[in-house]
């Protein structure tokens, strides 16, 4: 049984026959979309590889079924810069060399802009990490990207 959604993907309307209601946001977006800047790490939910905003909140999109999605505004971090002019999260990653081999990246910036629009945390490096503890680098390029994070806040 093929099911019919529609989405708003980094601003384009989108629209997406699923023949299976499992597959994922995650596996909608990198294999239907082509968009492979969302990364998959582990596909269960514990490394933020795969963060995307969903209606401008965070959610770890290995985790959400894509049908569950039908309707939902979604940013991914193919949409973020506007033209050559990179994000100013993407802008304060660069600056703080907050990466390392760089596959974590694309998920740490999503989180970074979620979590920036959340204003929860303020420049408090503490919760900062807190805020960004669902983001794993293997690199342990934690320094760079809280002073990112820090840095796109002001
Ligand atoms: Fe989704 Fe790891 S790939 S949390």
């Known amino acids: 049984?093929?099911?019919?959604?529609?989405?708003?993907?980094?601003?384009?309307p989108r629209r997406v026959d699923l023949d299976d209601p499992r597959v994922t946001l995650l596996d909608l977006l990198r294999e239907r979309l082509h968009l492979t800047g969302t990364k998959k790490g582990c596909d269960r939910g514990q490394c933020g590889a795969c963060t995307v905003l969903v209606d401008g909140r965070r959610i770890n999109s290995c985790l959400a079924l894509a049908a569950s999605c039908d309707g939902a505004d979604i940013?991914?971090?193919e949409g973020v810069a506007?033209?050559?002019?990179?994000?100013?999260?993407?802008?304060a990653f660069i600056e703080?060399?907050?990466f390392q081999c760089g596959y974590c990246t694309p998920?740490?910036?999503?989180?970074?802009i979620g979590l920036i629009q959340e204003a929860q945390t303020g420049d408090d490096?503490?919760?900062?990490?807190?805020?960004?503890?669902?983001?794993?680098?293997?690199?342990?390029a934690y320094?760079?990207?809280t002073a990112a994070v820090q840095d796109a806040q002001r």
């Not at 049984?1 to 384009?12: E, P, R, Y």
């Not at 506007?82 to 802008?91: F, K, S, T, W």
């Not at 490096?125 to 807190?130: A, S």
């Open 75 to 77: 940013l991914t971090i």
């Open 96 to 98: 703080h060399d907050a």
């Open 107 to 112: 998920g740490q910036i999503m989180s970074a």
């Open 1 to 12: 049984m093929s099911l019919s959604i529609s989405l708003i993907v980094n601003g384009a």
């Open 125 to 140: 490096p503490e919760r900062i990490r807190e805020a960004m503890s669902g983001n794993l680098c293997r690199c342990g």
């Open 143 to 145: 320094a760079g990207i």
């Open 82 to 91: 506007r033209g050559e002019v990179p994000h100013p999260v993407q802008a």
